[in-house]
């Protein structure tokens, strides 16, 4: 499956943005969607992941409360809707695709999309 992150930008703390993450190539339903981040010089972290079906989810204790991840299988897209947002939250984010729920491993990967938080 290919995945195509957008939404990224620059915001103020306090501030919203939502990403999406479009995916393409197989039957998006069959997967398991993540949210991952990155920040300069640290390791990807998990963010959020939403079952098959979207009526599952699960968040880093970091952002519990203040992101909220939501699918919409007809249009084969995942979003991040991020509320209160932090100077810490700054990093790339990136969705990415497992068949298996809450697996350590996910097979596919978007591209990142930048997500800045000024103070």
């Known amino acids: 499956v290919q995945l195509q992150a957008c939404g990224g930008g620059l915001v103020q703390a306090g501030g919203s943005l939502r990403l999406s993450c479009a995916a393409s190539g197989r039957t998006f339903s069959d997967f398991v969607m993540g949210w991952f981040r990155q920040a300069p010089g640290k390791e990807r972290e998990f963010v959020a992941t939403i079952s098959w079906g979207g009526v599952s989810t699960n968040y880093a204790d970091s952002v519990k409360g203040r992101f909220t991840i939501s699918r919409d299988n007809a249009k084969n897209t995942v979003y991040l809707q991020m509320n209160s947002l932090k100077p810490e939250d700054t990093s790339v984010y990136y969705c990415?695709?497992?068949?298996?729920?809450?697996?350590?491993?996910?097979?596919?990967w978007g591209q990142g999309t930048l997500v800045t938080v000024s103070s």
């Open positions: 990415a695709a497992t068949r298996k729920w809450l697996s350590p491993l996910y097979d596919y």
